[in-house]
Every structure is written in structure tokens, then in C-alpha cells.
């Protein structure tokens, strides 16, 4: 940097990175100040700014990311647009002249190809630091199991079984949301963090998946533009990793009526451990000491000051992207490219294993073709 401050620039001001706002206005001690966002949508661009101000930041405001970009005021930028946007606006940051570091939320492109672009781009800039805004990982209880895990707690991982059950998507600007070909399909859109989260489990990659799912409850009455929505709301799905490991999501988004969003168990040859989110906790025990020896451990990170949508794990997630932009050439992403490419290959073999019924494996997805977007 030119000085000690870093200057952010938003791209894509709904509620998303309205979020991203709130919590770099928490870093602001840090030296941190968004000093621009960009979004086409007047709405989004009036509460984005309500919301600066509230802060006292004044942010030039752009109707497109590549007026931001020409601007030259930022030295990172944050995409939180629409899933299926990523793809260019990324090309676009990354081709320009100028170099900003990107912090871009998950997932990285709707489709594999798309992904592997993006790679292949990067790799010609390697002034330009990019992460992935798969932000589950520092949820404070799922960082603490990652934690046991690896420092050998639990033993060799053999099982990881995640259940997310929660609450319907929400509504987005002009509901891009509510159709595959915009968010890639629910098991890219959302849980893509799942499958990230089972990688860094297991320690392995994924080699076959298996899933059923179904659009049962949620948005059947919904009708855009005479289309009716094709996003799946319940799930399971299997994966298959190259060390013998297994992983497996339970998916329910009408079930609204839980205690914990998010249960994880990982289950190794010495032990297990579980995570619940929101609750905080962690319990872990081992197979020598049975039922009796479980402990359970509150978890938490006293450096969050702001818990947010997501439990402190986004401000997390920034704090730990503004230390490798300050440390260029020292220290890399914490959640980079391959790992964006790999938690997008799981998801969209899960939504074709749904499709065909069958295994899908993921050399076989890493060469899908891209399906025009319902806008």
C-alpha cells in the first residue's frame, strides 16, 4: 500500500455487501475505509450509502464496477453481486491495468469453467491476491473442530456428516436467486461451504458424488416472468474423497423449527468431534473413553467485534485478508482459488447426480458447459 491505509471499493451493494460494509466499518481501526461501491440498482446504492454515512464514510458512488475500477481510488475490491456476474466482473478486475486485490463471495463462478478461467487469468497477475469468500471456516466452533482435527484429536478423518436445516432462501434483487442458471443450483449456491468445509476435514479431494433432492415445499407458488423457480430445497448428498473418506450433507430449508443451522460431526479412528452453530459449541470424545469422557467446549474468538449475518466469521474473514493484503508476497489467502474451483465442482456434480440419478464424478463436471442466465 501507499500508506498505511487500505482503500476498499464494494462491487455489489445489496444486502450482501451491505454486510461487507458493516464489517469493514468494525476494522476501521485497522486502517481500513471503503472509499467506493458500485451497483446498477438504485435501491441498493441509496441504503449502501445510508449505511456509509452512518459510519461517516462518504464512498464515491459508481452505477458499474468497471467506472470503479477506472477510478483508480481502491486497492481492493469486494464482489458481492449475483452469483452468475462473478464470472466477468472477475475477468474484468483482473485484466484491468490497474491490480486490486479481490475478496470475492462465494461461490466463485456458477459453473466449473467458468472457475477454471478465472484460474487460468490469475495466474498471468500474480500481483493480485485473490480470495474466496467461503467464510464457514472461521465460524468460531467449526474453527475450533478444524483445529482438533488437525492436530490429531480424533484420529485419521473416515466420516464427516454435515446438517444444515434452516430457513428458505431469501428474497433477492430481481429474485436471481429463485433459478439454477443464476446461482449455479442450490448445492453451488449454498453449500459450497459444506463441501469446502468437508476438504479441509478430510484432508483429501473429491472424487465422486451422489445426491437426491427435490424442490418439496418452498417457492412452488412462485411464478417470474411466467417461469417457476427451480431451486431445490432439501438434499442429500454423498461424496466420495481420494484418500477412502467420506462426507455426507443433510439439507432441509424449510425447517425453520431448530435449535442449531448447522450441525457438524466428524468422526476419525481415534475419535469424534461435533460442531453447533449457533449454539457455539463443540463436543469431542474418544473412542477409549466412550460417552463419559465427552467434553464439551464453548468456542469463541475475542477478536470478532462485530457477529453480523454470520457469527463473526465474516469479520474474521476480513481481518485475515487485510493481514495477507498487508503482507503481499509473504503470506497467501487463506481460501484461494482451487479451493473456490473444487467447493463449485462438488456442488455441481451434486445437482447433476440429482438430474441423472446416478454417481457423477467430478472429472466428469470439470468440463460442463456454461447454461445461459435467466435475468
Not at 464453548?298 to 495477507?324: C, N, W
Not at 445437482?351 to 440419478?357: A, H, T, V
Request: aromatic letters at 6%; one cysteine or more; proline letters at 5%.
Amino acid at each position: 500500500m501507499a500508506d498505511d491505509v487500505v482503500k476498499y471499493g464494494i462491487i455489489g451493494v445489496g444486502m450482501m455487501g451491505r454486510e461487507h460494509l458493516v464489517n469493514l466499518a468494525h476494522l476501521r481501526s485497522e486502517g481500513v475505509i471503503v472509499v467506493a461501491i458500485a451497483d446498477p440498482h438504485i435501491p441498493s446504492q441509496q441504503l449502501a450509502t445510508i449505511c456509509a454515512d452512518s459510519f461517516n464514510w462518504s464512498p464515491t458512488v459508481f452505477s458499474g464496477h468497471k467506472q470503479l475500477l477506472d477510478s483508480g481510488i481502491c486497492d481492493v475490491v469486494v464482489v458481492s453481486t449475483p452469483n452468475m456476474t462473478h464470472y466477468q466482473i472477475l475477468m474484468d478486475i483482473i485484466d484491468h491495468p490497474s491490480p486490486h486485490h479481490i475478496l470475492v463471495e462465494k461461490p466463485l463462478c456458477t459453473t466449473v469453467s467458468d472457475c477454471k478461467k478465472v484460474i487460468d487469468a490469475a495466474k498471468r497477475r500474480p500481483e493480485i491476491l485473490v480470495q474466496v469468500g467461503l467464510e464457514y471456516r472461521y465460524m468460531p466452533p467449526v474453527a475450533k473442530l478444524i483445529e482438533l482435527v488437525k492436530v490429531g484429536t480424533i484420529g485419521q478423518v473416515k466420516m464427516v456428516a454435515i446438517r444444515e436445516h434452516r430457513f428458505p432462501f431469501l428474497v433477492k434483487v430481481n429474485n436471481w436467486n429463485r433459478f439454477n442458471c443464476n446461482s449455479g443450483g442450490t448445492l453451488v449456491e449454498k453449500c459450497c461451504h459444506f463441501f469446502d468445509l468437508m476438504r479441509l476435514f478430510v484432508g483429501a479431494n473429491p472424487v465422486r458424488v451422489m445426491a437426491s433432492g427435490a424442490i418439496d415445499v418452498n417457492h412452488k407458488d412462485e411464478i417470474y416472468e411466467g417461469k417457476v423457480p427451480d431451486i431445490i430445497d432439501n438434499a442429500f448428498v454423498i461424496v466420495e474423497f481420494d484418500n477412502g473418506s467420506r462426507g455426507m450433507l443433510d439439507l432441509c430449508m424449510f425447517a425453520e423449527g431448530s435449535k442449531n443451522e448447522q450441525e457438524i460431526s466428524v468422526v476419525g479412528d481415534v475419535g469424534k468431534g461435533e460442531a453447533f452453530v449457533p449454539e457455539n459449541v463443540v463436543r469431542v470424545g474418544t473412542r477409549a473413553e466412550g460417552g463419559v469422557g465427552v467434553q464439551t467446549i464453548k468456542a469463541e474468538d475475542k477478536r470478532i467485534k462485530y457477529d453480523g449475518l454470520h457469527h463473526g466469521s465474516s469479520y474474521l474473514e476480513h481481518l485475515t485478508f487485510l493481514s495477507a493484503v498487508r503482507d503481499q508476497g509473504i503470506q497467501a489467502p487463506d481460501v484461494d482459488l482451487q479451493d473456490g474451483l473444487l467447493s463449485v465442482a462438488i456442488g455441481v456434480a451434486g445437482q447433476l447426480s440429482i438430474e441423472k440419478g446416478r454417481f457423477v464424478t467430478i472429472e466428469e463436471v470439470m468440463d460442463k458447459p456454461k447454461c445461459n442466465p435467466i435475468i
